[in-house]
C-alpha cells in the first residue's frame, strides 16, 4: 500500500525558512517522479511544484518559483521541500504526491494528508 | 495554464443532475483531470483524460470535453456526492487546478 507522510511543517515567522519531508514507502520512490500540492486554510488547491525521478530536474508553480526548493534523497525514500523568504500568503497545509504509473496524464491517486506551515509573526 | 470554474458553488438536492465547467486558457487536449474533496480530508481522484473514471468511482459521474472546455457531470446526486470538486490540467508545468465548485445541499 502507498504511503505518503510528510512532517517539519510548524510557525514561522515572516521571511523565514522550513524543510518540510515526505516520507514515501509501498511503492519504489525511486521509479516515481514526485510532486508537492497545497491548499491554505478555507481555499482551494494550489500546485507547488515537481521533480524528476533522479532529481536533476524540477518545476515550480509561479508563487513559489525562487523562493523553495524541491530536493529528493532515493537511498531514504524522502521527498523535501526547502521554502525561504516565507510570506504569510504561504501558510497552508502542505502534501505530496505521488505520480501515476505511465505519467501525470491519469492523475494523481496517491496524496500524503500533509503538514501545517503557519507564517505568522 | 489558467483553470476556470464555474459556477463557484451551487446548491441541489438529493436526485438532482449537476453540471460543473473547467476551462482553460489555452488548449490542453484531454489532459485534465477532476477530483472531489471532503472537508478534512484528501482529495479523491474521479476522472483523469478528462473523460476516463477511475476505479471505483461510480458510473453516475462522468467527464467530458477536450481542448479548452470541460464539463463534469453527476447524475442521480447522492448524499454523498455534496463536497468540493476541483479540475486539474496535466498538460504543461505548473499543473495548475481551478478554483472548486462546492456542491451543497439545497
Known amino acids: 500500500e502507498v504511503q505518503l507522510v510528510e512532517s517539519g511543517g510548524g510557525l514561522v515567522q515572516p521571511g523565514g525558512s522550513l524543510r518540510l519531508s515526505c516520507s514515501a514507502s509501498g511503492f519504489t520512490f525511486r521509479r516515481y517522479p514526485m510532486h508537492w500540492v497545497r491548499q491554505a486554510p478555507g481555499e482551494g488547491l494550489e500546485y507547488v511544484g515537481a521533480i524528476t525521478t533522479d532529481g536533476r530536474n524540477t518545476y515550480y508553480g509561479d508563487s513559489v518559483k525562487g523562493r523553495f526548493t524541491i530536493s529528493r534523497d532515493n537511498s531514504k525514500n524522502t521527498l523535501y521541500l526547502q521554502m525561504t523568504s516565507l510570506r504569510k500568503e504561504d501558510t497552508a497545509i502542505y502534501s505530496c504526491?505521488?505520480?501515476?504509473?505511465?505519467?501525470?496524464?491519469?492523475?494523481?491517486?496517491?496524496w500524503g494528508q500533509g503538514t501545517l506551515v503557519t507564517v505568522s509573526s | 495554464i489558467q483553470l476556470t470554474q464555474s459556477p463557484s458553488s451551487l446548491s441541489a438536492s438529493v436526485g438532482d443532475r449537476v453540471t460543473i465547467t473547467c476551462r482553460a486558457s489555452?488548449?490542453?487536449?484531454?489532459?485534465l483531470a477532476w477530483y472531489q474533496q471532503k472537508p478534512g480530508k484528501v482529495p479523491k481522484l474521479l476522472i483523469y483524460a478528462a473523460s476516463t473514471l477511475q476505479s471505483g468511482v461510480p458510473s453516475r459521474i462522468s467527464g467530458s470535453g477536450s481542448g479548452t472546455e470541460f464539463t463534469l457531470t453527476i447524475s442521480n446526486l447522492q448524499p454523498e456526492d455534496f463536497a468540493t470538486y476541483y479540475c486539474q490540467q496535466l498538460n504543461i508545468y505548473p499543473l495548475t487546478f481551478g478554483g472548486g465548485t462546492k456542491v451543497e445541499i439545497k
Open positions: 489555452q488548449d490542453i487536449s484531454n489532459y
Open positions: 504526491m505521488k505520480e501515476p504509473e505511465y505519467g501525470t496524464s491519469s492523475g494523481f491517486e496517491h
